[in-house]
């Protein structure tokens, strides 16, 4: 049997009332997802525990079957390792966005505007990083360039206890309500206010406000963590796979899992990735012998933050027309019996713009097992309200994989 897990990443929302009082997922044009809905299993989940926040290192570790309140020890140290980090058992890893922030005076005075200094390139952002590096890096500590505006830093023998905001939390806000805080933390101030010195008048970003386009001109750090360890997916599952995402994070808990991390070239985890490639890619895994695939894609998640629903409602429907369409033409093809299951890691309403802890939707087909057909029943929050409902995330993919 193959399986295929879909990742829609924060394709849960609220229903808008532009969009005639419906969600993105209900307003969009899924056909497929649908169908999917139609013959086989929807219900909710909630992915994010209690008490954790509502990020995608906790969310994706929860559908791939792991309990975050076990494994959780940090976002940054999961990209680490699918950066190709080498981490010791003391080492901490800390994200590092390259930020857009706006204003005038004191660096706690300016705003954040953009987490991802509009979705800057790879190719940009890692001169960028190279040259924080040279300015603040040490023999203990190493600033690492990971893709568009995600990178690492990696301080040895460092602390874990300081208390770090996502800048996707608090777009719009002042920067010195949510400055790192914390015995110790002040070197982590310094260097962010170093940093908004350093980028404003860096050669990179000077074109970059040429063109019309966001300066990367500061640095935003936080998920601390060190190194998990996982449980083996082949241990828990008994079945051989794949993740396939643009996204550090998603990638890291694959290697940690001991799944294959597949690159895919022009993957961005925007808007304007290789959905194409992405879907080719996780075919020819099939084709190679692999009975799994994990396939995340991150566009939904950063239509949200920029609060765009076009476009969010626009990635849906690529996912679906593009990603899903071909994967299951293919299976179908095979005769051989699949299982699939769609669903967000969380929810990311466009009213908010960043992530919700609230359950997401999520629906199993079986392709020898097929539910009478209900034309009512879709991939959206509300049918899925209907549903079996699951309290633990991880234990949902308990369900999907029988055991």
Same mark, same amino acid.
């Given at each position: 049997?193959?399986?295929?897990?879909?990742?829609?990443?924060?394709?849960?929302?609220?229903?808008?009332?532009?969009?005639?009082?419906?969600?993105?997922?209900?307003?969009?044009?899924?056909?497929?997802?649908?169908?999917?809905?139609?013959?086989?299993?929807?219900?909710?989940?909630?992915?994010?525990?209690?008490?954790?926040?509502?990020?995608?290192?906790?969310?994706?570790?929860?559908?791939?079957?792991?309990?975050?309140?076990?494994?959780?020890?940090?976002?940054?140290?999961?990209?680490?390792?699918?950066?190709?980090?080498?981490?010791?058992?003391?080492?901490?890893?800390?994200?590092?966005?390259?930020?857009?922030?706006?204003?005038?005076?004191?660096?706690?005075?300016?705003?954040?505007?953009?987490?991802?200094?509009?979705?800057?390139?790879?190719?940009?952002?890692?001169?960028?990083?190279?040259?924080?590096?040279?300015?603040?890096?040490?023999?203990?500590?190493?600033?690492?360039?990971?893709?568009?505006?995600?990178?690492?830093?990696?301080?040895?023998?460092?602390?874990?206890?300081?208390?770090?905001?996502?800048?996707?939390?608090?777009?719009?806000?002042?920067?010195?309500?949510?400055?790192?805080?914390?015995?110790?933390?002040?070197?982590?101030?310094?260097?962010?206010?170093?940093?908004?010195?350093?980028?404003?008048?860096?050669?990179?970003?000077?074109?970059?406000?040429?063109?019309?386009?966001?300066?990367?001109?500061?640095?935003?750090?936080?998920?601390?963590?060190?190194?998990?360890?996982?449980?083996?997916?082949?241990?828990?599952?008994?079945?051989?796979?794949?993740?396939?995402?643009?996204?550090?994070?998603?990638?890291?808990?694959?290697?940690? +899992? #001991?799944?294959?991390?597949?690159?895919?070239? =022009? %993957? $961005? /985890?925007?808007?304007?990735? *290789?959905?194409?490639?992405?879907?080719?890619?996780?075919?020819?895994?099939?084709?190679?012998?692999?009975?799994?695939?994990?396939?995340?894609?991150?566009?939904?998640?950063?239509?949200?933050?920029?609060?765009?629903?076009?476009?969010?409602?626009?990635?849906?429907?690529?996912?679906?027309?593009?990603?899903?369409?071909?994967?299951?033409?293919?299976?179908?093809?095979?005769?051989?019996?699949?299982?699939?299951?769609?669903?967000?890691?969380?929810?990311?309403?466009?009213?908010?713009?960043?992530?919700?802890?609230?359950?997401?939707?999520?629906?199993?087909?079986?392709?020898?097992?097929?539910?009478?057909?209900? +034309? #009512?029943?879709?991939?959206?929050?509300?049918? =899925? %309200? $209907? /549903?079996?409902?699951?309290? *633990?995330?991880?234990?949902?993919?308990?369900?999907?994989?029988?055991?």
């Amino acid at each position: 049997m193959k399986y295929l897990i879909l990742i829609p990443d924060g394709a849960g929302d609220e229903k808008i009332a532009a969009l005639g009082n419906k969600t993105p997922l209900q307003a969009a044009k899924i056909t497929h997802m649908n169908q999917l809905a139609q013959k086989g299993m929807v219900g909710s989940v909630r992915t994010i525990p209690p008490g954790i926040e509502p990020g995608s290192d906790a969310a994706n570790l929860s559908v791939m079957g792991y309990e975050p309140a076990t494994y959780l020890t940090g976002r940054s140290p999961l990209e680490a390792v699918s950066m190709g980090i080498e981490m010791t058992e003391t080492d901490v890893a800390f994200r590092t966005n390259l930020v857009t922030l706006s204003g005038e005076g004191n660096y706690e005075d300016l705003t954040v505007e953009d987490h991802s200094a509009g979705d800057i390139t790879s190719e940009e952002s890692r001169i960028l990083i190279k040259y924080i590096d040279e300015q603040f890096g040490t023999e203990l500590m190493h600033f690492y360039p990971g893709v568009s505006y995600r990178h690492a830093l990696i301080i040895k023998n460092g602390a874990t206890d300081y208390v770090l905001t996502p800048p996707h939390d608090i777009l719009g806000q002042k920067v010195g309500e949510h400055l790192p805080k914390g015995e110790g933390s002040e070197f982590i101030t310094r260097m962010m206010k170093g940093s908004y010195k350093l980028l404003s008048d860096h050669p990179v970003n000077l074109e970059r406000v040429k063109k019309g386009l966001n300066p990367a001109n500061s640095i935003w750090i936080w998920g601390q963590g060190k190194r998990p360890r996982l449980t083996s997916f082949y241990e828990k599952y008994k079945i051989n796979g794949s993740v396939i995402s643009a996204v550090d994070l998603i990638k890291g808990i694959g290697i940690c +899992a #001991g799944l294959d991390s597949i690159d895919v070239e =022009g %993957a $961005t /985890g925007t808007i304007h990735t *290789n959905f194409k490639g992405k879907s080719e890619a996780a075919i020819n895994e099939y084709v190679k012998g692999k009975d799994f695939v994990y396939l995340h894609l991150e566009a939904p998640d950063e239509c949200s933050h920029q609060g765009d629903l076009e476009g969010k409602i626009r990635s849906l429907e690529l996912i679906d027309e593009q990603v899903l369409k071909p994967i299951l033409d293919y299976l179908y093809s095979t005769g051989e019996v699949f299982k699939v299951m769609i669903l967000p890691d969380h929810k990311t309403p466009l009213s908010i713009r960043t992530h919700s802890a609230t359950p997401v939707p999520y629906v199993i087909y079986r392709s020898n097992q097929e539910a009478e057909s209900d +034309a #009512g029943r879709g991939f959206n929050e509300e049918s =899925g %309200a $209907t /549903g079996r409902f699951f309290e *633990n995330g991880f234990k949902l993919a308990d369900f999907f994989f029988n055991r």
